[in-house]
Structure formats: C-alpha cells, structure tokens
C-alpha cells in the first residue's frame, strides 16, 4: 500500500525553469524524505523534513511540509537537464510500523 | 568506500528456479532492507533487519527469505521463482535502526526477469 502519492506522474519543462513536484499521504508521519533516481540507477537522498518543520533548504531545493493539508512539495528551482528523473517521496509514521514507505514518483524531464 | 553493493545486477531465471541475491555494505549500518520497484507503484518493502541476527517482515514477504549473519551482508532469497517476482530489486541501508528519521543509502538494483 502507498502511503504517499506524487503529483504529476509526469512534468516537462524547458532548462531554467522551476519544477514543482507534489506529495500527498493518508496518516500523520513523523518524517517526510525526498528521494531522486536517475534512470536504471537507485535511489539518491535528497532531503529530509521533520513532521515539526515546514520548511527545508539545501542548494536548489526547497521543500515545503504542511501537516494539516497531508502534502509536501518539492521546488527545483533554475532546473538543468541533469535534473531529469524520477523523483519520489517516502514517510513514516506509527500507522506503518514507522517504516518508510515510498510513493509512485514523478518522472521529471528537463529539456535543454 | 563503495557504499552498498548489490550483485548480480541482471539475471533471468526459469519459473521454479531458486537464486539469491548478494547485498554488502562497508558502512557499518545497522539496518538494512530489500525493496522491489514495479512500474508505477514505487517501491516497496520486503524484508529488513535492525541487526546481526534480527529480521522481519516487510510489505510484501511472501516468496522471499532473508538472513543477517553479519553486519555488512543481507542476501535476498527467492524460494521458487514465480513471474510475479520479475522487478527491479533494490538493497538500502542507513546507519541506525530507524530509517524514517534518517537518509537510506541504496545499491544500484538488480533487474531480474522470471520467465
């Protein structure tokens, strides 16, 4: 069972711009991790945010988590096309043994 | 250090046939897990262990059997080949046991094809 679900499935978007990336899930978490896998390569840590926090920075992600909404964001801002690949959202929380339990992804496609 | 080391990283098997996969990681990290990928459904967890000698069950176990002798190894074994075992099968470890709170590191997967 998936307890996160990224939104859009797909996003296309041209060198430069920013892209935008949404996580929804069901029960309350205690942490929310991004996660980027490049193609027919595993899973690369991105970020992780804190069920008390809302907001995270690192280089040119900024994650935001709003726990009354059950939704996360991830923004690439000033997108390269190294950028492209599939980006996933994992959380844990008491309802799944705070296991970390991984979405579906977004496969993002940075056009040069 | 080479991080978390999967082999093999492709391999076709026959419906019945037993094989297991390697998983090693030279971190000192007292958990790790298994994973499969299936298109469009993201990963999912099928066996971990929070240390030498302690395992448990993940999401979807059935099929698969795992053992943690040591710290640095956790081999994956399927039992009797089913087609619904063909995935992309990921190894990730984290330093302590609670891989929520803290960064998983993955091996880059094994593709396995069950015909």
């Known amino acids: 069972s998936q307890q996160g679900e990224e939104d859009p499935q797909a996003l296309s978007i041209q060198e430069g711009e920013n892209a935008t990336m949404n996580c929804s899930y069901k029960?309350?978490?205690?942490?929310l991790q991004w996660y980027r896998q490049n193609s027919g390569r595993g899973l690369v840590h991105l970020i992780l945010?804190?069920?008390?926090?809302r907001e995270k920075h690192s280089g040119r992600l900024r994650v935001t988590l709003d726990t009354s909404k059950k939704s996360s964001s991830l923004l690439i801002t000033a997108s390269r096309a190294a950028d492209t690949a599939s980006y996933f959202c994992?959380?844990?929380?008491?309802?799944?043994?705070?296991?970390?339990?991984f979405g579906a992804g977004t496969i993002l496609r940075v056009k040069s | 250090n080479a991080g978390v080391t999967q082999t093999p990283k492709f391999q076709v098997l026959k419906t019945g046939q037993s094989m297991t996969l390697q998983c090693a990681q030279d971190?000192?990290?007292?958990?790790m897990s298994w994973y499969r990928q299936d298109p469009g459904m993201g990963l999912r967890l099928i066996h971990y262990?929070?240390?030498?000698?302690?395992?448990d069950q993940g999401e979807v176990p059935n099929g698969y059997n795992v053992s943690r002798s040591t710290t640095e190894d956790f081999p994956l074994r399927l039992l009797s080949a089913a087609p619904s075992q063909t995935s992309v099968y990921f190894c990730?470890?984290?330093?302590?046991?609670?891989?929520?709170?803290?960064?998983?590191?993955f091996g880059s997967g094994t593709q396995l094809s069950v015909l």
């Open positions: 994992a959380t844990d929380g008491r309802e799944y043994g705070n296991k970390l339990v």
């Open positions: 971190m000192n990290h007292e958990y």
């Open positions: 029960t309350s978490i205690n942490n």
């Open positions: 945010i804190r069920s008390n926090e």
């Open positions: 262990s929070v240390g030498a000698g302690i395992t």
């Open positions: 990730a470890s984290s330093f302590r046991g609670h891989p929520g709170s803290e960064k998983l590191f």
